[in-house]
């Protein structure tokens, strides 16, 4: 595996993105973006978009949800910014710079999170997971859409080779799913709903997870 993501390195990363990620990942990504959130926009009125970048997927929301989007990258949510006020997104009630390892949000205060494209991005996914499934409201839902890298054959070697541009790209080639699964699979209050493979080429998969309520030790013990 190619040198892992610090935040440092992801902050330099999208600042070297922002002029030109919407020329690149605009279209080549869309029907995932749309698929997302056409999901997500079914789980309730109130969503938040982590790691919302440059607002690509912010107009797909209708009038009638309230979006909050939160990205680490300042330059990234710039670009965001200048989309809303252009498109005039009155559905986009807030954009702050916030880690999603450490959302300052409280607890079950969201219908719906979408991560487009993020969880390969941040250096500790699963702690991002949680903090996602945290601000989630019982009967909620967490969506994301995620590069899953193969298992074997030219691509895993080429994601293997790409793996050690990690730090350069501000996200890791490499990323199978079993780092998915051995989370949701541990968290008796997540359910996998949904796991559908995304253009382009079937490199990403849009992924559901809904999330319960919370299973203490307490009623562990009981049942
Ligand atoms: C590949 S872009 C995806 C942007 C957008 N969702 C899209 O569909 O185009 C990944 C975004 O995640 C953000 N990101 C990376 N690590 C993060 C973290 N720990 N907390 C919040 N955002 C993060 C990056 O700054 C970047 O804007």
């Not at 996914?125 to 499934?133: R, V």
């Not at 493979?197 to 809904?210: E, V």
């Amino acid at each position: 595996m190619g040198a892992d993501l610090d935040h440092k390195a992801v902050e330099r990363a999208y600042a070297r993105w922002a002029p030109v990620y919407d020329i690149v990942f605009n279209r080549i990504m869309d029907t995932g973006r749309r698929a997302a959130v056409a999901a997500a926009a079914k789980a309730g009125r109130r969503i938040l978009d982590v790691g919302v970048g440059t607002g690509l997927e912010l107009p797909y929301f209708g009038p009638n949800h309230e979006i909050v989007g939160v990205d680490l990258s300042e330059p990234m949510l710039r670009k965001a910014q200048e989309r809303v006020a252009s498109k005039q997104l009155k559905q986009v009630t807030g954009l702050c710079v916030m880690d999603a390892q450490r959302l300052a949000v409280a607890d079950a205060s969201f219908d719906a999170v979408i991560a487009p494209y993020v969880i390969t991005t941040v250096p500790d996914p699963m702690g991002a997971l949680d903090e996602l499934a945290r601000v989630v409201k019982p009967g909620g839902e967490i969506v994301l859409l995620n590069h899953i890298s193969a298992d074997s054959g030219p691509r895993a070697s080429f994601e293997r080779w790409l793996g050690r541009q990690t730090q350069h790209l501000g996200w890791r080639p490499e990323f199978p799913w079993e780092r998915i699964s051995s989370w949701y699979e541990n968290r008796p209050h997540i359910t996998l709903v949904e796991r559908r493979t995304m253009p382009p080429l079937g490199l990403f998969a849009l992924i559901r997870f809904s999330v319960g309520p919370k299973v203490t030790d307490a009623f562990k013990t009981a049942i």
